[in-house]
């Protein structure tokens, strides 16, 4: 037994994870892959990476120093479970298993909640950053036992992503919290993708300007506040022509967006939680709502605004979406803070939301300087409530919010879909509100249902008889 850190499945990002660990000092990397001929190709292409390659299990838990440390890189469901059982056959306790899949976090706990049992350690982390991370340096989310951190930690340190000198790992919490995280991570991804998607829309509808001008507008964005893996990669989308028809690609690809689900785990967790991530939410029904032909086909027959789109003057139009863009960004990013508070509360996991930011500055598809300042609003005020309350972001939210709000007003009178523009903008107006209509809500339900509601001026619970004499009496709290 020779190997400190073992890998079994080799698809992409198996394969280039274990690279990853093969090329930092003091790893050696058993590989496992059920089908052999992988296996035997990732050694044969890299030599220089030492591999020591095995073709059972048994092999696979011979060739691995103890505590044996193994990370499962198959695709997320029962594949997952079946290299578990495998594992948990022929390692002892003390060992280590590692789920770095994008495994739905109750699956997370529940498997390590059953491997816990026969003592051996289980970890559900969430790895970010695609091939390309998994390769040079993931932004890594690691949940699972403290004991399992001593002897994972230096290992999934030394192939993370660095921002500012600081490596993009961080023990988040126990059992699923890690898998928890990186589902948020994700919902905020689509989020700041559709964000993307609107603010580019709305450009070329409202100015005409060709998809390689927008790359330009997106480059300058990027060297500002919205400095963003995502805003470089859009730049770079839209300035790709196709060589087949001489086209901007992203006029030729269609224009049905998918999903693999990490936004709806995070939106229907949200709802169970009952934390508002409406921006996620958009985001995610977005691509629900471009992915049915059939009824965009029927639907394109239903009446659009009398008015056509113009803007008179194109760059202070230009800047106004930048800031809107900016504003909902913020309102997204607390919104799935948000998330993330609340499910630590609910799982009772203590997670520290300014590290998390943290690790999210390299590796990971969000990646942006931005998180820093999400950071600096944690480290200043640990149990802030709303993200986007914090100095900075309330400032920048009053300076954009006159663009915003016009962002908002001109799509709408356009006829172009903004949701996630929109919604961020509601939600925003909801959240700072004195009074908010949920009171004739109250009345509604108590109305029909006898549901019961509070008053502002004295405790209690209260119903109204209002199919009888309409008076007031005190009630049973019933929710
Ligand atoms: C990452 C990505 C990664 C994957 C998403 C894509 O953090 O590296 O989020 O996990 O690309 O799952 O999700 P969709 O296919 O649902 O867009």
Redesign the pocket.
């Known amino acids: 037994s020779a190997a400190n850190i073992g890998v079994v499945g080799l698809a992409v990002m198996g394969s280039n994870l274990a690279r990853n660990l093969a090329s930092r000092e003091g790893n050696t990397v058993a590989v496992y892959n059920r089908s052999r001929e992988k296996t035997d190709a990732l050694v044969a292409e890299h030599p220089e990476a030492g591999f020591i390659p095995s073709f059972s299990y048994e092999e696979f838990a011979a060739s691995l120093t103890t505590p044996r440390t193994a990370i499962i890189m198959v695709k997320a469901g029962r594949g997952t479970d079946a290299v578990i059982d495998e594992l948990v056959k022929v390692f002892e306790p003390g060992d280590i298993i590692v789920d770095g899949g994008?495994a739905y976090f109750p699956d997370t706990i529940r498997r390590e909640k059953a491997v816990r049992e026969t003592g051996i350690n289980f970890v559900g982390a969430?790895?970010?950053?695609?091939e390309e991370?998994a390769l040079n340096g993931?932004?890594i989310m690691p949940g699972g036992s403290d004991e399992s951190w001593v002897t994972l930690g230096p290992i999934l340190t030394s192939i993370a992503a660095v921002a500012e000198g600081e490596p993009c790992v961080t023990h988040i919490g126990h059992n699923g919290a890690g898998h928890f995280v990186?589902m948020v991570?994700?919902g905020i991804?689509?989020a700041d993708?559709q964000l993307i998607a609107e603010a580019y829309d709305l450009i070329r509808r409202g100015t005409g300007k060709t998809p390689a001008e927008i790359a330009d507008i997106f480059t300058d964005w990027n060297g500002g506040e919205l400095e963003s893996y995502l805003i470089e990669i859009t730049a770079e989308v839209l300035r790709q022509i196709d060589a087949e028809t001489g086209k901007p690609l992203v006029d030729v690809i269609l224009d049905q967006?998918?999903?693999?689900?990490?936004?709806?785990w995070t939106v229907q967790t949200a709802l169970s939680l009952g934390v508002p991530v409406s921006g996620i939410a958009e985001a995610t029904f977005a691509?629900s709502l471009s992915s049915h032909p059939e009824q965009r086909r029927v639907a394109a027959a239903l009446p659009g605004p009398d008015s056509t789109f113009e803007v008179d003057d194109v760059d202070a139009f230009v800047e106004d979406v930048r800031q809107a863009l900016f504003a909902s960004k913020i309102i997204a990013y607390s919104q799935g803070f948000d998330e993330i508070r609340a499910g630590a509360e609910e799982y009772d996991w203590s997670i520290d939301l300014g590290a998390v930011a943290k690790i999210w500055r390299a590796g990971?598809?969000?990646r942006a300087q931005f998180l820093n300042r999400i950071a600096d609003a944690y480290a200043e005020e640990p149990g802030l409530p709303v993200l986007a309350t914090a100095p900075y972001f309330a400032d920048s939210i009053a300076r954009g919010q006159g663009a915003w709000r016009r962002v908002v007003v001109a799509a709408a009178q356009a006829g172009i879909p903004a949701p996630a523009f929109s919604s961020s903008l509601a939600y925003y107006d909801g959240i700072r509100a004195d009074r908010l209509p949920a009171a004739l809500v109250q009345g509604q339900r108590d109305f029909f249902g006898a549901h019961t509601y509070k008053r502002i001026d004295k405790p209690g619970t209260f119903h109204t008889d209002w199919s009888g004499d309409r008076t007031e009496s005190e009630a049973e709290d019933t929710h």
């Open positions: 994008n969430g790895i970010s950053g695609g991370g993931p932004s990186k991570h994700n991804e689509y993708m967006a998918g999903a693999k689900g990490t936004g709806a691509r990971c598809i969000i």
